[in-house]
């Protein structure tokens, strides 16, 4: 079975950094491409950013310029590197797997709360 953990959430001040984690179980992180969603109170989950499992990324434009997405085959975790966070990052990060390039997405993290404070 597959599993999704988000860690590195939390409150941190605006102008800051957060680096997040999830740790993949279950299957080898290579078979999936990876994403990072979120969702603030009373809006919809958007994507952030995606990374296929040949490393080609996608970050959306909202924040290109300030996060990043990785991945560690080897630790079968992917990361997201946030930086310069806005009060408008505020929101629930989650983790997602894909088996077809990112077109759908079969497995969810629990989610990991990032809040930032002016």
């Known amino acids: 079975q597959v599993q999704l953990v988000e860690s590195g959430g939390g409150l941190v001040q605006a102008g800051g950094s957060l680096r997040l984690s999830c740790a993949v179980s279950?299957?080898?992180?290579?078979?999936?491409?990876m994403a990072w969603f979120r969702q603030a109170p009373g809006q919809e989950r958007e994507l952030v950013a995606r990374?296929?499992?040949?490393?080609?990324?996608y970050i959306v434009n909202l924040v290109k310029d300030r996060f990043t997405i990785s991945r560690d085959n080897a630790r079968n975790t992917v990361y997201l590197q946030m930086s310069s966070l806005k009060r408008e990052d505020t929101a629930v990060y989650y983790c997602?797997?894909?088996?077809?390039?990112?077109?759908?997405?079969?497995?969810w993290g629990q989610g990991t709360q990032v809040t930032v404070s002016s």
């Open positions: 990374i296929r499992a040949t490393g080609s990324t």
């Open positions: 997602a797997a894909s088996m077809d390039l990112g077109i759908s997405y079969n497995f």
């Open positions: 279950g299957r080898s992180l290579n078979m999936f491409t």
